[in-house]
Nanobody, 127 residues
């Protein structure tokens, strides 16, 4: 099974930017749906963005569309989340997830579809 490790979290002022990375190790062959989720204390895990590695298709949650961009570097086995125009409500722990051998269409936001999860990286945005 693929192992995921996130990085790039931190504390920023509102309006600032961060770039998260998710590096995969172990079994990395084959296409998969990669995604970023976030979870704040007392709230459900929320789908942020996803990417299907096979055709580089991308999907975004309504709350981040236009501000966040997901991308991949297949050579480095890494998925990124560029976060711009950050808001205090973006504060959460961000998790990388992978659905091995699966596409994203119609189900990318479903937590139960993912087989592997990273440990998360904290993002804190202050006003």
């Amino acid at each position: 099974q693929v192992h995921l490790a996130e990085g790039g979290g931190g504390s920023v002022q509102a309006g600032g930017s961060l770039r998260l990375s998710c590096t995969a190790s172990g079994y990395t062959s084959g296409n998969r749906c990669m995604a970023w989720f976030r979870q704040a204390p007392g709230k459900e895990r929320e789908a942020v963005a996803s990417l299907y590695t096979g055709i580089d298709s991308k999907y975004y949650g309504d709350s981040v569309k236009g501000r966040f961009t997901i991308s991949q570097d297949s050579v480095k086995n890494t998925v990124y989340l560029q976060m711009n125009s950050l808001k205090p409500e973006d504060s959460a722990k961000y998790y990388c997830a992978a659905a091995l051998g699966r596409g994203c269409v119609g189900v990318w936001f479903d937590v139960s579809r993912y087989n592997a999860w990273g440990q998360g990286t904290q993002v804190t945005v202050s006003s």
